[in-house]
């Protein structure tokens, strides 16, 4: 959901044609006008504080947290249908792409999902046509609810003429889940001596796709040019989103609630300083860039700083937690087959992201995504 | 949401150029495979029986159930943008329409909505480049949260360059809600004897817009066109859809549980025997066809049979409920701003709808949303 907060002005995604400025206005009407319903909610019912910068949206009732987000898949799918006749089943990736994005988001403020919905919208009836990309899509949206532990409880699949292309789907969906007892709540409560415990995405997720779309589109072999590792541009695209629920839900199973937990998407590592809290994060380790960034950045003409500031460069998701539990962590991630690496620490500053090897640092003013005020 | 089980297969849908079979195919995909993962569900969550044909998803927890609800405008943006020189704020409409899809879905199962999100997709940043309309919108979406007693959460608003016609909007979003206690459910357990009582609509709501489109677009005046009492049809199509969680709250707070509740929107009144009970709905009173509706059965041709089988006709939402408490229950509407009336009454008979007076007649096969063994 992102409660209406990106700021996608960076220079690779202008360049893309992507401009957000219009995007941004209406999303600052939506977080106003949203905040000013807050006293509709019934007695019982209450909105604790400092959520609406958060990347899932909590009401608190009674010893828990109901949690709720809506998200989207964004443009993937146009990947999946250009790379159909090479890659395997890739519509199977969208589908557990999209629980991604929508899961991903909910478990960062210590919600386990419960029930998710698609929206799988049309400009045609005929989009179904293709029953083996239908039961594609289908399959692997039931497979990343079963990863993260939720039921497929329904959805709408409305067919939108002359609003969606005939050719294009609209992929979307929501969640809605819990937090109990209320102490599970993953709330920002960091300070300096944090570590940052980090988990290994799968590719590129579902993040930065119009950029790779317009690198493939100058290519000439498009998404069948060949990274370095022999791979296809197309196959390493559809690596299907890792998903981490599992994570958090082990995580708070065993007594460990996080102090904060980012879901790494748009903006890449910018997104560690999500919080407004004044302290500097401070990266020691980071994954091998492997050939999928690599190609992007030299296809694309990134520099490094603004590599990171786009992807997630082989780091999905990160937690902030105490020094004495980072080795439980660590045991806890792996036994659930996430790869995970004690990135770095928390330290007093201005708020601001350093990563130490690479000469990268941002300050501040790199990411404004909170509404004001949160 | 309506968990994938409309079946729009009716001839004037038919004959506006909507053709439903792929998409039909698709649902049953989505229902076969969403129903395979309720083991999903973490110990102390469960999937109540006979939910899968609902309008709402729910999952019980503790004493409570917790619902959710994926849902859709459809097109009505379109008509908002046609009329936009003569009807005032259409946007501000179309705000309302979609929290009334979300919503008049979601307390037909006895759900009251907690947190709303909206998903605004775009193929262009530059549809909210109209402050005007962008504003309307969000105030309308904010006031029909308040309506529903509910806070407005966040949401998702992606550019979907080459997916999405750049002049358009998709919109959509979900609620979640919670049945408390679990006493409140409104299940299906309807009865011959049971009463129905029905609530005026404002119009058209926000279904058969694919219809009145074709109309405007056949009419030298277009949505300018006159109806008998001097309004456009623009006008009149832009009439906010009723919201009826304050209705459904209202009952419940006093003590009154429908056996059944029923949003009349696709379908029209073919709704009314949603459930698969082998029960007749028998209707003695009717409203008065409004100038809108006798519009589109002249314009479009349709006799009354097929005008109540498409639109809600004036009736917009109905409860079947004990013969008893019929008197309070339309003096609990009306105390809260609707118009209600006793429409008819729930016989023994095979499963189908008798219109009296109208001579219209609706066996069980001209309705078929249902997932098997629902």
């Given at each position: 959901?992102?409660?209406?907060?990106?700021?996608?002005?960076?220079?690779?995604?202008?360049?893309?044609?992507?401009?957000?400025?219009?995007?941004?206005?209406?999303?600052?009407?939506?977080?106003?006008?949203?905040?000013?319903?807050?006293?509709?909610?019934?007695?019982?019912?209450?909105?604790?504080?400092?959520?609406?910068?958060?990347?899932?949206?909590?009401?608190?009732?009674?010893?828990?947290?109901?949690?709720?987000?809506?998200e989207?898949?964004?443009?993937?799918?146009?990947?999946?249908?250009?790379?159909?006749?090479?890659v395997?089943?890739?519509?199977?990736?969208?589908?557990?792409?999209?629980?991604?994005?929508?899961?991903?988001?909910?478990?960062?403020?210590?919600?386990?999902?419960?029930?998710?919905?698609?929206?799988?919208?049309?400009?045609?009836?005929?989009?179904?046509?293709?029953?083996a990309?239908?039961?594609?899509?289908?399959?692997?949206?039931?497979?990343?609810?079963?990863?993260?532990?939720?039921?497929?409880?329904?959805?709408?699949?409305?067919?939108?003429?002359?609003v969606?292309?005939?050719?294009?789907?609209?992929?979307?969906?929501?969640?809605?889940?819990?937090?109990?007892?209320?102490?599970?709540?993953?709330?920002?409560?960091?300070?300096?001596g944090?570590?940052?415990?980090?988990?290994?995405?799968?590719?590129?997720?579902?993040?930065?796709i119009?950029?790779?779309?317009?690198i493939?589109?100058?290519?000439?072999?498009?998404?069948?040019?060949?990274?370095?590792?022999?791979?296809?541009?197309?196959?390493?695209?559809?690596?299907?989103?890792?998903?981490?629920?599992?994570?958090?839900?082990?995580?708070?199973?065993?007594?460990?609630?996080?102090?904060?937990?980012?879901?790494?998407?748009?903006?890449?590592?910018?997104?560690?300083?999500?919080?407004?809290?004044?302290?500097?994060?401070?990266?020691?380790?980071?994954?091998?860039?492997?050939?999928?960034?690599?190609?992007?950045?030299?296809?694309?003409?990134?520099?490094?700083?603004?590599?990171?500031?786009?992807?997630?460069?082989?780091?999905g998701?990160?937690?902030?937690?105490?020094?004495?539990?980072?080795?439980?962590?660590?045991?806890?991630?792996?036994?659930?087959?996430?790869?995970?690496?004690?990135?770095?620490?928390?330290?007093?500053?201005?708020?601001?992201?350093?990563?130490?090897?690479?000469?990268?640092?941002?300050?501040?003013?790199?990411?404004?995504?909170?509404?004001?005020?949160?």
């Open positions: 959901m992102r409660n209406y907060k990106e700021n996608h002005a960076d220079s690779a995604y202008a360049a893309a044609g992507v401009n957000y400025d219009s995007l941004d206005a209406f999303k600052r009407l939506c977080q106003h006008a949203a905040s000013t319903t807050k006293e509709s909610l019934s007695p019982g019912f209450a909105e604790p504080p400092h959520i609406r910068g958060e990347s899932a949206y909590l009401v608190e009732h009674g010893d828990s947290f109901l949690a709720h987000v809506e989207g898949l964004g443009t993937k799918n146009l990947v999946a249908d250009a790379v159909k006749d090479f395997k089943r890739p519509y199977y990736a969208i589908g557990i792409d999209t629980v991604g994005a929508i899961v991903n988001d909910l478990v960062t403020v210590g919600a386990l999902p419960v029930a998710i919905a698609m929206h799988a919208g049309v400009g045609s009836g005929a989009w179904f046509d293709d029953a990309r239908a039961q594609d899509l289908v399959d692997g949206f039931a497979e990343g609810c079963r990863r993260s532990g939720a039921v497929w409880g329904g959805g709408e699949t409305p067919a939108l003429k002359d969606i292309n005939p050719g294009a789907v609209v992929l979307a969906g929501s969640a809605m889940g819990i937090v109990t007892p209320k102490t599970r709540r993953i709330s920002g409560k960091i300070k300096a944090d570590k940052i415990v980090m988990l290994a995405s799968s590719g590129i997720h579902a993040n930065g119009t950029f790779c779309r317009k493939a589109a100058e290519h000439t072999d498009g998404y069948r040019a060949r990274l370095s590792d022999g791979t296809t541009f197309g196959e390493a695209l559809m690596r299907p989103t890792v998903l981490y629920a599992r994570f958090i839900r082990d995580l708070l199973e065993r007594g460990i609630v996080p102090f904060y937990a980012v879901n790494v998407t748009g903006h890449g590592w910018r997104k560690l300083m999500r919080l407004d809290a004044p302290v500097r994060y401070r990266i020691n380790v980071t994954p091998p860039v492997s050939p999928l960034f690599r190609f992007l950045m030299d296809r694309g003409g990134l520099s490094e700083r603004e590599a990171y500031a786009t992807f997630n460069m082989g780091g998701f990160a937690v902030y937690v105490d020094k004495g539990d980072v080795a439980d962590v660590l045991r806890i991630a792996e036994s659930g087959g996430y790869e995970a690496w004690e990135a770095g620490v928390i330290e007093d500053g201005d708020r601001s992201i350093k990563i130490a090897g690479k000469d990268i640092f941002y300050d501040g003013s790199a990411l404004n995504i909170r509404p004001e005020g949160q």
